[in-house]
């Protein structure tokens, strides 16, 4: 997604006002394709996010033969079950998506064949100890760069035994992985984190009708069962939705109403944390959606305040932290953010990306810690040049900053954004008013 760069100037505007819906949910949408290829029957799918990172693994499944269909409304996948992937003939790409690659090494650890995963300059530098280590304690065997913990990681499938495994990170990738290897593990496979990170996998692997139970922040999962395609209806992604949300807050005069947002719990964080801000978000017509909880979110134009954020809510958060940074940037006083490291291992390291951004923006004191961010709020910031650093949310808070700038904000490479929010510009651009 990175390899013709596309720079684009964004302008300030008057107001944001209008009617959207953001694409559908990247985390919902990868684990759709990942359970409907395994169950049996047929899946068919709504609202599925045709981004960079789902497509790749749609890919990747295609390549170990499980047909997929997209007539660019419904994805129809025909399941073949628990033990009828097939080894694939080349190296499965998962371009930029940690996803992908975190999930598929737990699945494919338990297939009874070789594969290789890879990706982009970007995901080769991401760490993959966290989920070969663990994977590794359930038999699985996996090389790779830097003794297992880089990507190309080469795995040899095989039987796997189940763990009880205590996670010292809240991570939907590590516990969503163990899950995925516990479907092909004798015995039960049981993941515990110190705060309970997304529970998509959870909702989902219920809904296929695993043989799944929760405990206090983890999940117990039985391996052996069957599942059995479902009609899944992705709803809007929230980290998307997020970008909306803040340009909404701090543009004065604005009123937006987003459509059909996810608002599962263990993904509120960013909600959570513009109220405390003073935000004016209202949720709507709320109601459960294929396992999911959906409603339509109401923005107003606010006057927010510097918080301190940090705990638990910070792995409910975790995506829409550069979202955020913009917001605290124009809100009066001083926002603490803190527990937040996972940041530094993001696409790009996140906290460094934005701490340099903001500065060169013209926003006020910037302190960067090593788990988090000291943002002393200005009145409007000045704008001018930045590096999207090719990740796709950097690239979109950027352009959210420019909406209450003084001047232009000129973004060296959006082409990243495909990734998770194909049209991102364009509504951007349909709400707008100059």
């Given at each position: 997604m990175h390899e013709l760069a596309q720079p684009i100037s964004v302008l300030p505007v008057r107001a944001l006002r209008g009617e959207l819906a953001v694409p559908g949910d990247k985390s919902i949408s990868h684990r759709s394709i990942m359970l409907g290829s395994l169950a049996?029957?047929?899946?068919?799918?709504?609202?599925?996010?045709?981004?960079?990172?789902?497509?790749?693994?749609?890919?990747?499944?295609?390549?170990?033969?499980?047909?997929?269909?997209?007539?660019?409304?419904?994805?129809?996948?025909h399941g073949v079950g628990l033990y009828g992937l097939k080894e694939p003939e080349d190296v499965l790409d998962c371009g930029n998506s940690g996803t992908t690659i975190r999930l598929m090494t737990g699945l494919l650890s338990g297939q009874?064949?070789?594969?290789?995963?890879?990706?982009?300059?970007?995901?080769?530098?991401?760490?993959?100890?966290?989920?070969?280590?663990?994977?590794?304690?359930?038999?699985?065997?996996?090389?790779?760069?830097?003794?297992?913990?880089?990507?190309?990681?080469?795995?040899?499938?095989?039987?796997?035994?189940?763990?009880s495994y205590s996670s010292p990170i809240?991570?939907?990738?590590?516990?969503?992985?163990?899950?995925?290897?516990?479907?092909?593990?004798?015995?039960?496979?049981?993941?515990?984190?110190?705060?309970?990170?997304?529970?998509?996998?959870?909702?989902?692997?219920?809904f296929f009708g695993a043989d799944l139970e929760t405990c206090h922040n983890g999940v117990v999962v039985r391996g052996g069962k069957e599942l059995q395609g479902q009609e899944i209806i992705v709803p809007g992604d929230i980290s998307s939705a997020t970008f909306f949300i803040v340009a909404a807050l701090i543009v004065p005069g604005s009123e937006l109403l987003i459509k059909n947002v996810g608002v599962n719990p263990t993904?509120?964080?960013?909600?959570?944390?513009?109220?405390?801000?003073?935000?004016?978000?209202?949720?709507?017509?709320?109601?459960?959606?294929?396992?999911?909880?959906?409603?339509?979110?109401?923005?107003?134009?606010?006057?927010?305040?510097?918080?301190?954020?940090?705990?638990?809510?910070v792995p409910r958060a975790i995506d829409e932290f550069p979202a955020i940074s913009i917001a605290a940037s124009v809100a009066e006083g001083t926002t603490v953010i803190r527990d937040a490291r996972e940041?530094?291992?993001?696409?790009?390291?996140?906290?460094?990306?934005?701490?340099?951004?903001?500065?060169?923006?013209?926003?006020?004191?910037?302190?960067?810690?090593?788990?988090?961010?000291?943002?002393?709020?200005?009145?409007?910031?000045?704008?001018?040049?930045?590096?999207?650093?090719?990740?796709?949310?950097?690239?979109?808070?950027?352009?959210?900053?420019?909406?209450?700038?003084?001047?232009?904000?000129q973004i060296d490479d959006v082409s990243c954004v495909a990734t998770s929010f194909p049209g991102f510009f364009e509504l951007l651009d349909s709400v707008s008013v100059r």
């Open positions: 049996r029957g047929t899946t068919r799918i709504s609202n599925f996010l045709r981004g960079g990172d789902n497509f790749s693994t749609m890919a990747a499944f295609r390549a170990m033969g499980v047909p997929i269909e997209d007539d660019g409304q419904t994805v129809t996948v009874a064949f070789f594969s290789v995963l890879t990706g982009d300059q970007y995901l080769r530098k991401r760490p993959m100890k966290r989920v070969v280590e663990p994977l590794a304690g359930m038999g699985a065997r996996i090389a790779g760069r830097g003794d297992g913990t880089l990507a190309p990681l080469a795995i040899s499938g095989g039987p796997l035994t189940g763990i809240a991570s939907a990738q590590v516990k969503s992985a163990l899950m995925l290897a516990g479907l092909y593990a004798t015995d039960e496979t049981r993941v515990t984190e110190p705060t309970l990170s997304r529970d998509h996998s959870e909702r989902m692997f219920r993904r509120t964080g960013a909600l959570d944390i513009l109220l405390a801000m003073g935000g004016d978000i209202t949720l709507l017509n709320q109601r459960d959606i294929s396992g999911e909880p959906v409603a339509d979110l109401l923005v107003r134009s606010s006057r927010l305040k510097g918080i301190e954020i940090g705990g638990d809510v940041l530094r291992v993001k696409e790009t390291d996140r906290i460094a990306a934005m701490a340099t951004n903001l500065r060169a923006i013209g926003a006020g004191q910037i302190e960067e810690t090593e788990d988090g961010m000291l943002i002393q709020g200005v009145a409007s910031l000045e704008g001018g040049s930045i590096t999207s650093c090719g990740d796709h949310r950097i690239a979109m808070a950027l352009a959210v900053a420019a909406l209450v700038s003084r001047n232009q904000v």
